[in-house]
């Protein structure tokens, strides 16, 4: 197919991986003076996959030169990537680029997608993208457009280790965060394809809120800070990219939001008028997994037959920056 308004994409396959330390609440209260209760009903989180930090035995932790090992952000990315390849009965070799959705890169330099691509046999190009927890949805904005601009399959991919930013002394946040990764086979189809509106955004004038510098102790956010602009910002791109989309608000199958606290996913679905029966929430057992969180969330509602063919998805993330992005996504390959 040639480029232009006649293609557009669909998704064609997905999966996921998960580390296997699983560190519960209970291990939480080992590290700072907090409770399960307290966990829970601030945040929704019960446990959380870890692939590094205090709670990873040493032969287990992420390798020097990562991507050759367990526990990198690569590791992650190539096993939720090579299932989604497996799904879409496709290989590496069928693929024209990969874009990762990370924050949490397993080096300064090169980028992750380069062990990433090489474990998978990539036959085309390959970049990181970092726009935080908004980054999954940037990237199927990006990769839907470059396959309608004429790359006939691209593999997306939210991967993180954020446990190598987490500072496990500051129990304001250390509880809140998870390692895994989510990936999607974009196809081109005949026709508009299936992203029917969308918003990005950024405020950059707000990195203070929530950053974590080279050398640093770790993660620094400002919880209430940015809670309260989460929602406004989840709820208005919602409601900009439905608009876009020109689809109301009832007809939307599923919600998908960033996995950051359930008390904002339930938030963000009141203020849009959304039932919270119709929110994919995987956050329980996860906790946030910034670039990974959406893809998680959508790959388990897709695994649970929670998903048809022609039924409408709305993406909705913020994070860090910050960042913001939402999509309209018909699911299915019409
Ligand atoms: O994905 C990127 C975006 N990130 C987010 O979206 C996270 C947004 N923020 C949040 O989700 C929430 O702010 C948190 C879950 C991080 C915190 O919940 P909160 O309801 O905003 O709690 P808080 O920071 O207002 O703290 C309430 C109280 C404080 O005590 P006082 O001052 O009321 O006596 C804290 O000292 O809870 C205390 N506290 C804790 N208590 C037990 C803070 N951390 C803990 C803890 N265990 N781990």
């Given at each position: 197919m040639s480029p232009g308004p006649g293609r557009g994409a669909a998704i064609t396959g997905w999966g996921s991986a998960l580390p296997p330390r699983v560190v519960t609440n209970q291990d939480v209260t080992t590290l700072f003076d907090t409770s399960d209760e307290w966990i829970v009903e601030r945040s929704g989180i019960h446990r959380r996959h870890h692939?590094?930090?205090?709670?990873?035995?040493e032969a287990d932790q992420p390798p020097a030169h990562p991507g050759d090992g367990v526990g990198s952000t690569a590791t992650l990315a190539i096993e939720a990537g090579r299932e989604a390849l497996a799904q879409a009965g496709?290989?590496?070799?069928?693929?024209?680029l990969l874009v990762l959705c990370t924050t949490s890169p397993d080096q300064a330099v090169p980028a992750t997608s380069s062990a990433v691509s090489a474990a998978l046999g990539i036959a085309g190009g390959a970049m990181d993208l970092n726009a935080a927890c908004a980054g999954f949805t940037y990237g199927l904005v990006t990769a839907a457009s470059l396959v309608a601009s004429g790359i006939d399959r691209v593999l997306l991919v939210g991967a993180e280790t954020l446990t190598r930013v987490t500072?496990?002394?500051?129990r304001s946040n250390a509880f809140l965060f998870g390692d895994g990764a989510g990936a999607v086979v974009l196809e081109a189809v005949p026709g508009p394809g299936c992203l029917l509106g969308w918003d990005l955004g950024v405020?950059?004038?707000?990195?203070?809120l929530l950053y974590a510098d080279h050398g640093g102790p770790g993660m620094a956010m400002r919880g209430q800070e940015v809670f309260r602009r989460a929602v406004r910002v989840t709820v208005d791109s919602a409601e900009l990219s439905l608009q876009r989309a020109k689809?109301?608000?009832?007809?939307?199958a599923l919600f998908v939001p960033h996995q950051a606290n359930s008390r904002i996913m339930d938030a963000v679905a009141d203020r849009l008028g959304?039932?919270?029966?119709?929110i994919a929430s995987v956050i329980h057992e996860t906790g946030n997994t910034s670039s990974a969180s959406i893809p998680l969330a959508l790959v388990d509602a897709a695994r649970a037959g929670r998903l048809a063919d022609g039924d409408l998805v709305l993406l909705a993330g913020f994070g860090a920056g910050m960042t913001w992005a939402s999509a309209v996504w018909r699911w299915g390959t019409q």
């Open positions: 692939a590094s930090g205090p709670f990873v035995a496709v290989t590496g070799a069928d693929v024209g500072n496990f002394a500051d405020d950059g004038t707000l990195v203070a689809v109301g608000v009832d007809e939307v959304l039932p919270r029966e119709r």
